[in-house]
């Protein structure tokens, strides 16, 4: 599936919650808790995504032309929106991932996770995809 | 006197709303307090009725604003109990400050090999700046250490006390704890080492009757946001003696008594450490907050705040898995706590969800939440316009909490 295809399984996926807040993040609480940890030989320096509140890591590699993230956070609810980010722009050439416009954040009603505050590192988590898609878009052909 | 809670909650505008279709339970009062309608007021009246720059315009609108602004210096040498309006200067806030006492008094009078003396409890705005000098002066940090509960070892504290020792540098009240600090006890021991003390009371000026003679301290700092008044505006209290002998800290405009290409000369005092145009507005519209502080009684506030702490110590901590962290003996009502399994911004959340506000993280104490081992806290504080029905909707939305993340 397409990085929009993607997104928009996501915001169907959440238009059944419009007004359940509780439903809502218990669904995202899952999506966290179903999130496989990252191994802790990637959980480096390196790999983490400062934020205010929560670390993030975030692993890439770059197979068969595509780019394969893995992610991690300390807190449930980032690890959740965590999950989410890696469902769209996991598995994607790099070039796709650089034009990938991600509304679906807005679309689910959570842009304030994502804002540029110091609340979390999501916000950088985005950025840093991005960049590790900008590095490998050079190996492609 | 006993205070109505309900009447004094209706001077203040932003409490009327819902926050996520819930009623607003504002409870990050540590962070910053709310402002009473008649503080608004000031602000807009100002702009609207008399808005110039002060000290140097001869026209009406000048001197009314001159005066003002004046008026609340001498308001906050009162509140203070500072001898005189000389030893009161605005400043952007207590950070600005203890940085205004960094680069003026350290810069001048502590030299290589001196020490400094700071506590585990300290928010980062009273490390980094001491750093900076250490890093800068080859003076050295101290750091003294706290108990379990939360509260500064005095035995430690004066093992650390030498001839060498320039400057301490303790928080009155811990931001992150709730902790208050013995402080006459620290500054006396201090004094007896020759060495000054600076008061970091960003915290308790809100919940403490402050009285800078009384504690004989060398300097006090404070933030006018926490008590009510407007952000971006502090006081820095100084002995005047010492203030008298401190280099200017910042050059330009208000601060100068002549300048000439080939040397300037200094302003008197308070403006000798007020360069350029101040933040007038907002210093004119302190005055309304600490006249409101007044009209209420600070004891009065205190009494209500401490039986919010104790319903709250109590319903929280009957919360299976939570634990709260600070269990000084000397608190103000600052409850910080953790529940098991669950990480503080999962906490922040879900609460938010349910209107209610709360601090998580680190508090920008990261050294403290190192030395208790933990990423950090959820922090409910509370003010005098909070009920006990609020806490009520705490408990609740903890239990929520624990409910959807555990």
Redesign the interface.
């Given at each position: 599936m397409s990085i929009n295809e993607l997104q928009d399984e996501i915001i169907e996926e959440f238009e059944l919650f419009e007004e359940d807040?509780?439903g809502k993040?218990?669904y995202i609480?899952d999506l966290g808790k179903k999130l496989s940890p990252l191994a802790e030989e990637f959980k480096t320096e390196d790999n983490i995504i400062k934020g205010?509140?929560?670390v993030v890591w975030l692993n890439a590699k770059y197979e068969n032309g595509l780019v394969i993230f893995e992610g991690d956070s300390?807190?449930?609810?980032?690890k959740g929106l965590v999950n989410m980010l890696l469902k769209v722009l996991t598995n994607h050439t790099p070039t796709e991932i650089l034009n990938a416009d991600l509304y679906f954040i807005d679309k689910i009603g959570l842009t304030s996770h994502l804002a540029q505050t110091r609340?979390?590192g999501l916000a950088s988590m985005v950025k840093q995809m991005k960049t590790y898609a900008l590095a490998y878009q050079s190996l492609e052909k | 006197m006993k205070l109505d809670i309900n009447k004094i909650r209706q001077d203040f505008p932003i409490l009327e709303q819902s926050i996520n279709g819930k009623k607003l339970v504002y409870f990050d009062n540590a962070a910053t307090t709310q402002k009473p309608t008649v503080v608004i007021e000031a602000l807009k009246s100002y702009y609207e009725g008399y808005n110039a720059n002060i000290h140097r315009g001869i026209h009406h609108l000048a001197e009314k604003a001159t005066a003002a602004f004046e008026e609340t210096r001498k308001t906050v040498r009162a509140f203070l109990n500072a001898k005189t309006t000389e030893e009161i200067i605005f400043t952007c806030g207590t950070t600005d400050s203890i940085n205004l006492v960094a680069n003026s008094y350290g810069q001048k009078f502590i030299s290589e090999g001196d020490e400094i003396l700071i506590s585990t409890l300290e928010h980062h705005s009273d490390i980094v700046p001491w750093q900076m000098l250490c890093e800068g002066k080859g003076c050295i940090l101290k750091i003294i250490p706290i108990n379990d509960a939360g509260e500064i070892i005095l035995e430690e504290y004066e093992k650390l006390l030498s001839p060498k020792t320039k400057l301490v540098s303790v928080v009155h009240v811990s931001n992150a704890l709730g902790t208050i600090n013995p402080i006459k006890t620290i500054i006396d021991k201090a004094h007896a080492f020759g060495a000054k003390v600076l008061v970091d009371g960003a915290q308790a000026c809100s919940h403490i009757d402050i009285d800078v003679q009384a504690l004989d301290a060398d300097f006090y700092a404070l933030s006018a946001h926490k008590l009510f008044g407007p952000t971006g505006l502090g006081v820095l209290y100084g002995k005047k003696e010492l203030l008298v002998t401190m280099p200017p800290y910042r050059g330009g405009g208000e601060m100068i008594k002549e300048v000439t290409f080939e040397k300037t000369t200094y302003a008197d005092l308070p403006y000798k450490f007020e360069a350029g145009t101040p933040n007038i507005a907002d210093v004119v519209a302190f005055k309304f907050a600490l006249d409101y502080i007044q009209n209420l009684g600070k004891t009065n506030i205190a009494a209500h705040e401490n039986e919010l702490l104790a319903y709250a110590t109590e319903k929280l901590g009957a919360i299976e898995g939570l634990t709260i962290i600070g269990t000084a003996k000397e608190k103000v009502s600052v409850i910080s706590f953790i529940l098991e399994g669950i990480h503080p911004q999962d906490i922040g959340i879900i609460l938010d969800q349910q209107g209610i506000a709360v601090r998580t993280g680190h508090h920008c104490t990261q050294p403290l939440m190192q030395r208790l081992g933990i990423p950090g806290t959820a922090r409910a504080s509370f003010s005098v316009y909070n009920t006990f029905e609020e806490i009520d909707a705490l408990v609740a939305g903890i239990l929520k909490v624990k409910k959807l993340l555990s």
């Open positions: 807040w509780e993040y218990e609480i205010c509140q929560s300390q807190a449930i609810i980032v609340s979390n | -």
